[in-house]
Protein backbone atom coordinates (compact mmCIF):
# COMPACT_ATOMS: atom_id res chain seq x y z
CA UNK A 1 0.00 0.00 0.00
CA UNK A 2 0.86 3.49 0.18
CA UNK A 3 1.41 5.61 3.51
CA UNK A 4 2.14 9.54 3.20
CA UNK A 5 2.94 11.11 6.76
CA UNK A 6 3.45 14.79 8.05
CA UNK A 7 2.61 16.41 11.01
CA UNK A 8 -1.20 17.66 11.83
CA UNK A 9 -0.69 21.10 12.53
CA UNK A 10 2.38 23.41 13.40
CA UNK A 11 2.50 27.04 14.68
CA UNK A 12 5.54 29.35 13.89
CA UNK A 13 5.90 33.59 14.06
CA UNK A 14 6.22 35.52 11.45
CA UNK A 15 9.55 36.22 9.98
CA UNK A 16 10.84 32.93 11.27
CA UNK A 17 11.89 30.08 9.50
CA UNK A 18 9.49 26.22 9.45
CA UNK A 19 10.20 23.10 8.60
CA UNK A 20 7.36 20.71 7.60
CA UNK A 21 8.02 17.06 7.55
CA UNK A 22 7.14 13.96 5.58
CA UNK A 23 7.70 10.70 5.55
CA UNK A 24 6.45 8.07 2.52
CA UNK A 25 6.51 4.04 1.45
CA UNK A 26 5.11 3.39 -1.53
CA UNK A 27 5.44 0.70 -3.67
CA UNK A 28 7.09 2.38 -6.29
CA UNK A 29 8.30 5.92 -6.40
CA UNK A 30 8.84 9.01 -9.41
CA UNK A 31 8.98 11.68 -7.59
CA UNK A 32 7.68 14.11 -4.41
CA UNK A 33 5.05 17.60 -4.67
CA UNK A 34 4.30 19.81 -2.26
CA UNK A 35 1.28 21.73 -2.98
CA UNK A 36 -0.02 24.89 -0.67
CA UNK A 37 -3.96 24.92 0.07
CA UNK A 38 -5.12 28.03 2.10
CA UNK A 39 -8.76 27.08 3.58
CA UNK A 40 -11.62 26.56 1.07
CA UNK A 41 -9.40 27.04 -1.70
CA UNK A 42 -7.71 24.81 -4.58
CA UNK A 43 -4.27 23.32 -3.71
CA UNK A 44 -1.34 25.19 -6.10
CA UNK A 45 1.88 23.88 -6.59
CA UNK A 46 5.00 24.80 -4.95
CA UNK A 47 7.97 22.13 -5.39
CA UNK A 48 8.68 19.18 -6.93
CA UNK A 49 11.68 16.83 -6.34
CA UNK A 50 12.79 13.84 -8.36
CA UNK A 51 16.29 13.23 -7.40
CA UNK A 52 18.15 13.78 -3.41
CA UNK A 53 18.73 16.68 -2.74
CA UNK A 54 17.50 20.45 -2.20
CA UNK A 55 15.47 22.43 -4.58
CA UNK A 56 15.12 25.89 -3.85
CA UNK A 57 12.22 28.74 -5.33
CA UNK A 58 12.88 31.70 -3.23
CA UNK A 59 11.41 31.44 0.56
CA UNK A 60 10.67 28.00 -0.77
CA UNK A 61 13.03 24.85 -0.52
CA UNK A 62 12.19 20.81 -0.54
CA UNK A 63 14.95 18.18 0.05
CA UNK A 64 14.38 14.60 -0.94
CA UNK A 65 16.04 11.46 0.50
CA UNK A 66 15.00 9.01 -1.55
CA UNK A 67 16.50 6.42 0.81
CA UNK A 68 15.60 7.24 3.61
CA UNK A 69 11.56 8.08 1.99
CA UNK A 70 11.50 11.43 3.35
CA UNK A 71 11.29 15.00 2.02
CA UNK A 72 10.94 18.24 3.73
CA UNK A 73 9.31 21.79 3.00
CA UNK A 74 11.44 24.57 4.01
CA UNK A 75 9.40 27.78 4.35
CA UNK A 76 12.01 31.19 5.15
CA UNK A 77 10.99 34.52 6.15
CA UNK A 78 7.67 33.30 7.23
CA UNK A 79 4.51 35.91 6.26
CA UNK A 80 1.03 35.78 7.47
CA UNK A 81 -0.40 34.82 4.01
CA UNK A 82 1.93 31.60 4.65
CA UNK A 83 -0.73 30.39 6.96
CA UNK A 84 -2.39 27.63 4.87
CA UNK A 85 -1.78 24.04 4.94
CA UNK A 86 0.66 22.06 2.80
CA UNK A 87 0.71 18.85 1.29
CA UNK A 88 3.18 16.52 0.07
CA UNK A 89 2.16 14.02 -2.64
CA UNK A 90 3.96 11.39 -3.76
CA UNK A 91 3.57 10.43 -7.45
CA UNK A 92 3.94 6.39 -8.48
CA UNK A 93 2.77 4.52 -11.23
CA UNK A 94 0.76 7.62 -13.19
CA UNK A 95 -1.19 8.38 -9.95
CA UNK A 96 -0.16 10.97 -6.73
CA UNK A 97 -1.18 10.04 -2.56
CA UNK A 98 -1.28 12.60 -1.00
CA UNK A 99 -0.68 13.04 2.65
CA UNK A 100 -3.36 14.69 4.49
CA UNK A 101 -1.70 18.10 5.11
CA UNK A 102 -0.09 20.40 7.62
CA UNK A 103 -1.69 23.36 8.80
CA UNK A 104 0.46 25.90 9.50
CA UNK A 105 -0.38 28.79 11.23
CA UNK A 106 1.75 32.29 11.44
CA UNK A 107 1.59 33.78 14.05
CA UNK A 108 2.69 37.79 14.33
CA UNK B 1 -10.66 33.21 -17.06
CA UNK B 2 -9.96 30.51 -15.08
CA UNK B 3 -7.97 27.56 -16.30
CA UNK B 4 -9.84 24.78 -14.80
CA UNK B 5 -13.49 25.21 -13.83
CA UNK B 6 -15.68 23.13 -12.22
CA UNK B 7 -19.56 22.79 -11.75
CA UNK B 8 -21.68 23.34 -9.68
CA UNK B 9 -19.67 24.86 -7.06
CA UNK B 10 -21.98 24.51 -4.43
CA UNK B 11 -24.76 20.98 -4.45
CA UNK B 12 -27.01 20.08 -1.77
CA UNK B 13 -28.69 16.95 -2.49
CA UNK B 14 -30.91 14.08 -0.96
CA UNK B 15 -29.73 10.14 -0.37
CA UNK B 16 -30.74 8.03 -3.50
CA UNK B 17 -30.31 11.08 -6.21
CA UNK B 18 -27.97 10.80 -9.22
CA UNK B 19 -26.10 13.82 -9.78
CA UNK B 20 -23.09 15.16 -11.77
CA UNK B 21 -19.87 17.14 -11.17
CA UNK B 22 -18.72 18.87 -14.07
CA UNK B 23 -14.70 19.49 -14.87
CA UNK B 24 -13.35 21.59 -17.86
CA UNK B 25 -10.08 22.93 -18.73
CA UNK B 26 -8.84 25.36 -21.27
CA UNK B 27 -4.98 24.50 -20.78
CA UNK B 28 -4.75 21.92 -22.94
CA UNK B 29 -3.53 18.85 -21.06
CA UNK B 30 -4.15 15.34 -21.40
CA UNK B 31 -4.20 14.36 -17.90
CA UNK B 32 -7.27 14.77 -16.11
CA UNK B 33 -8.15 13.53 -12.49
CA UNK B 34 -11.09 13.47 -9.91
CA UNK B 35 -10.35 13.66 -5.96
CA UNK B 36 -12.40 14.14 -2.81
CA UNK B 37 -11.09 15.89 0.25
CA UNK B 38 -12.17 14.93 3.45
CA UNK B 39 -10.68 16.33 7.12
CA UNK B 40 -8.17 14.38 8.04
CA UNK B 41 -7.74 12.48 4.88
CA UNK B 42 -6.66 14.60 2.82
CA UNK B 43 -6.63 14.24 -1.27
CA UNK B 44 -7.99 10.56 -2.09
CA UNK B 45 -8.08 9.71 -6.13
CA UNK B 46 -11.14 8.68 -7.46
CA UNK B 47 -10.78 8.36 -11.05
CA UNK B 48 -7.97 9.47 -13.70
CA UNK B 49 -8.29 10.03 -17.35
CA UNK B 50 -5.20 10.58 -19.81
CA UNK B 51 -6.88 10.63 -23.03
CA UNK B 52 -10.51 10.32 -24.27
CA UNK B 53 -10.29 7.06 -24.67
CA UNK B 54 -8.45 6.07 -21.08
CA UNK B 55 -10.51 5.78 -18.04
CA UNK B 56 -8.59 4.36 -14.90
CA UNK B 57 -9.76 3.74 -11.55
CA UNK B 58 -8.74 5.21 -8.38
CA UNK B 59 -8.45 4.59 -4.66
CA UNK B 60 -11.80 4.99 -3.72
CA UNK B 61 -13.94 4.46 -6.92
CA UNK B 62 -16.75 2.79 -5.99
CA UNK B 63 -19.80 4.22 -5.75
CA UNK B 64 -18.99 6.92 -8.43
CA UNK B 65 -18.56 6.60 -12.56
CA UNK B 66 -17.00 8.91 -14.56
CA UNK B 67 -16.89 9.91 -18.47
CA UNK B 68 -14.30 11.82 -20.81
CA UNK B 69 -16.58 13.64 -23.31
CA UNK B 70 -13.33 15.17 -24.46
CA UNK B 71 -9.72 16.18 -24.00
CA UNK B 72 -11.14 19.16 -21.79
CA UNK B 73 -13.99 17.50 -19.97
CA UNK B 74 -14.07 15.14 -17.16
CA UNK B 75 -17.32 14.52 -15.68
CA UNK B 76 -18.27 13.22 -12.40
CA UNK B 77 -21.17 11.16 -11.25
CA UNK B 78 -22.68 9.62 -8.73
CA UNK B 79 -25.35 6.99 -9.27
CA UNK B 80 -27.19 7.40 -6.17
CA UNK B 81 -25.43 9.70 -3.04
CA UNK B 82 -25.36 8.52 0.18
CA UNK B 83 -24.47 10.92 2.82
CA UNK B 84 -20.99 9.36 3.58
CA UNK B 85 -20.29 11.03 -0.38
CA UNK B 86 -20.20 14.51 1.49
CA UNK B 87 -17.04 16.20 0.79
CA UNK B 88 -14.91 18.46 -1.46
CA UNK B 89 -14.51 17.06 -4.65
CA UNK B 90 -11.30 18.68 -6.88
CA UNK B 91 -10.58 18.38 -10.70
CA UNK B 92 -7.24 18.63 -11.68
CA UNK B 93 -5.28 18.56 -14.78
CA UNK B 94 -1.52 17.75 -15.45
CA UNK B 95 0.96 16.88 -18.52
CA UNK B 96 2.63 14.25 -17.74
CA UNK B 97 4.07 13.28 -14.59
CA UNK B 98 4.43 17.61 -13.95
CA UNK B 99 2.65 19.34 -11.45
CA UNK B 100 -1.22 19.25 -11.28
CA UNK B 101 -3.76 22.00 -12.12
CA UNK B 102 -6.66 22.09 -9.59
CA UNK B 103 -10.06 23.29 -10.38
CA UNK B 104 -12.13 25.45 -7.16
CA UNK B 105 -13.79 22.84 -5.83
CA UNK B 106 -17.02 21.37 -5.55
CA UNK B 107 -18.70 21.58 -1.78
CA UNK B 108 -21.56 18.42 -2.16
CA UNK B 109 -23.63 17.41 0.89
CA UNK B 110 -25.89 14.81 0.63
CA UNK B 111 -28.78 14.91 3.14
Known amino acids: GQNIDQPTEMTATEGAIVQINCTYQ??????LFWYQQHAGEAPTFLSY????GLEEKGRFSSFLSRSKGYSYLLLKELQMKDSASYLC?????????FGSGTKLNVKP | DADVTQTPRNRITKTGKRIMLECSQT?????MYWYRQDPGLGLRLIYY???????NKGEISDGYSVSRQAQAKFSLSLESAIPNQTALYFC??????????FGPGTRLTVT
Open chain 2, 49 to 55: SFDVKDI
Open chain 1, 89 to 97: AAYNFNKFY
Open chain 2, 27 to 31: KGHDR
Open chain 2, 92 to 101: ATSVDSNEQY
Open chain 1, 26 to 31: TSGFNG
Open chain 1, 49 to 52: NVLD
